[in-house]
């Protein structure tokens, strides 16, 4: 008696949680949002149904909290932004990173730390991108030459014709150019094309990002219920690995080759500055 009124009293000093739907007990609202995809409009409507700016969902032992007003939102950004700002941990971010090597979306820690310094003083590091201007200016270049192209194409003789360009296409692959171009220093894995568009091997490479991207924090059933991960109910496992291993068949010959490369410049370097010693 005595443990149950320290636990109910315990209990009872915990700040109440925001209004929600009420949770089935161990799923929570899981077959809710299973059925009333997707997920965020549903949500949304949630939330101009019981006139409120904060809601809670619970995925069974996890509380989910959906904020609409922008004080409410400065309150976990700013004052309590030590507590909210770990990543959550999903399928498609563990294999996105192979098992949260990136920092891109690895949880909030001491490793996530290390690697932001890193990031910060080295890769976006303000002489670095200064010394990449000339880079993503060069695919800004190629950028117009593409659509100018593609309207001569698409036009008719007269030249104040219009012409429909596919705009989406084009920076799409413009933002795969520039960080092709700055990461590899190339813009085409293949041969690309003559009028400064996408080749096959540019397209399936930035459609296997976008794919990712899409799968990242898109609601999965195993996310919250991990034995389930095993049957990949929804597909969303197959669909991640597919794009990754394309993404990978790309981008890994390069980075090994680089990786050899670099490893000989630093030895070549080396040896030259010690060279006087001896």
Request: hydrophobic letters at 35%; proline letters at 5%.
């Amino acid at each position: 008696m005595e443990r149950k009124g320290k636990a109910s009293k315990r209990k009872s000093n915990q700040a109440p949680l925001p209004p929600g739907p009420t949770p089935w007990p161990i799923i929570g609202n899981l077959p809710e949002i299973w059925r009333k995809r997707p997920a965020f409009r549903w949500i949304h409507g949630l939330m101009k149904e019981l006139h409120t700016d904060i809601l809670c969902v619970r995925l069974a032992n996890t509380h989910v909290v959906a904020v609409t007003s922008p004080v409410i939102a400065r309150e976990f950004l700013k004052k309590n932004d030590s507590v909210f700002a770990s990543r959550p941990v999903t399928m498609a971010t563990e294999y996105s990173s192979r098992r949260f090597l990136t920092i891109a979306v690895v949880p909030w820690g001491d490793q996530w730390k290390k690697m932001r310094k890193v990031v910060t003083c080295e890769i976006v590091s303000a002489s670095k991108l200064r010394s990449l201007l000339e880079n993503r200016t060069e695919e800004a270049d190629n950028l117009f030459r593409f659509i100018y192209n593609q309207f001569k194409s698409n036009g008719d003789d007269n030249s104040t014709s219009s012409a429909v360009v596919n705009l989406r296409l084009a920076m799409r692959q413009y933002s795969g150019n520039v960080m092709r171009k700055m990461i590899f220093n190339r813009r085409y894995f293949g041969e690309g094309r003559k009028d400064g568009g996408p080749g096959y091997e540019e397209e399936e490479h930035v459609e296997s990002l976008f794919t990712v991207l899409k799968q990242a924090y898109s609601f999965i059933l195993s996310d919250s219920i991990p034995w389930l991960r095993s049957f990949d109910l929804e597909g969303h496992e197959k669909t991640v690995c597919k794009a990754m291993k394309i993404v990978s068949e790309y981008q890994d010959p390069l980075i090994t080759r680089g990786s050899k490369s670099g490893e000989k410049a630093r030895r070549r370097s080396l040896k030259t500055s010690l060279m006087p010693s001896f």
